[in-house]
């Protein structure tokens, strides 16, 4: 069973960054979207999470539309950047969605 965690909160307050990663297990997915993406700015926030992600193979991705909006780039080889089509098929094969 896979759970899609969907993030829009902007990463200014870190906590949730680490917060749904307690829910979170192998195979699961993150998705960052809306100021959530604002986090690909922060190397330092975003370092610590995607290693946790990566050690409990849990992968992450990005909405390409709300980073080009907020003229983010992506600086991390670890997330995958997906449109909208990308986001329907994450929805599709998960069993179960989360928002954070």
Do not use: H
């Amino acid at each position: 069973m896979t759970t899609l965690f969907t993030l829009n909160k902007s990463w200014y307050d870190s906590a949730w960054l680490y917060e749904q990663l307690v829910f979170a297990s192998e195979g699961d997915v993150v998705l960052l979207m809306e100021d959530a993406v604002l986090a690909l700015g922060s190397p330092i926030t975003l370092a610590s999470f995607l290693a946790k992600c990566s050690s409990a193979n849990i992968a992450v991705y990005a909405l390409i539309d709300d980073v080009s909006t907020r003229g983010i780039s992506n600086q991390y080889p670890s997330v995958n950047l997906l449109g909208y089509n990308g986001f329907v098929d994450l929805l599709i094969e998960a069993d179960k969605q989360v928002a954070w």
